[in-house]
C-alpha cells in the first residue's frame, strides 16, 4: 500500500478483493455455468489491478474472503460518492456477508449510511452521471433500494431516478460512462434514448456484454477500463475519440463479472 501523501496525489483510492477459491460457486442468472480457472482468474485480475495503479489509483486489497464466492465482485457492496458511502444490501441473500468487510475498509474514506431490509440494491445497478444517479430495477434491486439510496443522497444535490433492467444482471452490464460526455450502451437491453443529453456510443451487436466499460477520469476527461475480449466495441469507442484501455477478463466474465465489478473507487 502507498502512503497517505501518495493516495491524495493520485486519482484515488480502488478497493479490490481477491478472487476466492470458492468463485466456482458464484450466483448466476443469465448464463450458463462453466469451469472458472483459479490460476487463470487470479492472473487476470491482478492484471486488472495492475492496470488500476498504472491509471493513477492506490490500489488497496480488502480482506480475503475465501468462503464467499462472489466476494471479488465488490462494486455490488457498496456506491462510493464524494461526499458519502452508501453500503448496500445485496439482492442475493448469499451475498449479504460481503459487506461487513467494505464497511471495514470504507469507514476511513467517507461518512457511510447503510440499507435496511426489506430494500435491496446492487451497487451494479447504479449508474453515476455527474449529479444524476440512475437506478435500474433487476432482480438484484429493489424500487424500495432506489428509493432508500434517494434519501441519503438528496441532500447532497443529487437526483436519482430509476430503468427497469429485465434482460441482463445489472444496468451497468447494459450501459456505463465511458467519457466525459459519453456512454457505452447496448440498445438491446437498455434504451440509449433514455439518457438525453449524453453521446452514445452503441456496442458491437456481436459484443452484447460489451458495454460494462470503468471509466477512471473526471469532468476533465480521462482514460477507461474495457475487457480486451470485446474488441470490435473498443475500436468503436476509440473512432468516437476515447482513450480505452484494454485489460483481460475471460475468466470472471463466466461469473458475470465486468471491469466495474471489481473494485470500488474513491476519488
Known amino acids: 500500500m502507498r502512503d497517505a501523501g501518495a493516495a491524495q496525489r493520485a486519482r484515488g483510492i480502488a478497493l479490490t478483493r481477491e478472487v476466492p477459491a470458492s468463485i466456482a460457486r458464484c450466483e448466476l442468472t443469465h448464463l450458463v455455468r462453466e469451469p472458472i480457472d483459479l490460476v487463470r482468474a487470479r492472473a487476470e485480475h491482478e492484471a486488472y489491478e495492475g492496470a488500476l495503479a ?5 490500489v488497496r486489497r480488502m480482506a480475503a474472503t ?10 455490488d457492496a457498496a456506491v462510493v460518492l464524494d461526499e458519502i458511502a452508501v453500503v448496500t444490501r445485496p439482492g442475493a441473500a448469499s451475498r449479504r456477508a460481503e459487506v461487513p468487510t467494505v464497511c471495514e475498509s470504507l469507514a476511513g474514506l467517507r461518512p457511510l449510511r447503510s440499507m435496511q431490509a426489506p430494500a435491496t440494491l446492487d451497487g451494479g445497478d447504479v449508474l453515476v452521471l455527474e449529479r444524476e444517479i440512475v437506478v435500474g430495477l433487476s432482480a438484484r434491486t429493489s424500487r424500495a433500494g432506489a428509493e432508500q439510496l434517494g434519501a441519503f443522497v438528496t441532500p447532497f444535490g443529487y437526483r436519482v431516478r430509476t430503468l427497469p433492467v429485465t434482460q441482463c444482471l445489472h444496468l451497468k452490464s447494459a450501459v456505463t460512462r465511458a467519457g466525459v460526455h459519453a456512454l457505452a450502451v447496448n440498445p438491446a437491453w437498455v434504451d440509449p434514448a433514455a439518457f438525453p443529453g449524453w453521446e452514445v456510443v452503441e456496442v458491437d451487436p456481436a459484443e452484447p456484454m460489451a458495454a460494462n466499460v470503468l471509466y477512471a477520469g473526471g469532468a476533465d476527461g480521462g482514460p477507461a477500463l474495457a ?4 474488441p470490435r466495441t473498443v475500436e468503436r469507442l476509440r473512432r468516437h475519440g476515447l482513450d480505452v484501455r484494454t485489460v483481460p477478463a475471460f475468466e470472471l466474465a463466466k461469473a458475470e463479472g465486468g471491469v466495474t465489478c471489481c473494485s470500488l473507487i474513491a476519488r
Do not use: C, I, N
Open 54 to 58: 498504472a491509471l493513477g489509483f492506490v
Open 66 to 75: 475465501p468462503e464467499l464466492p462472489d466476494s471479488v465482485f465488490v462494486e
Open 227 to 230: 475487457a480486451e475480449g470485446f
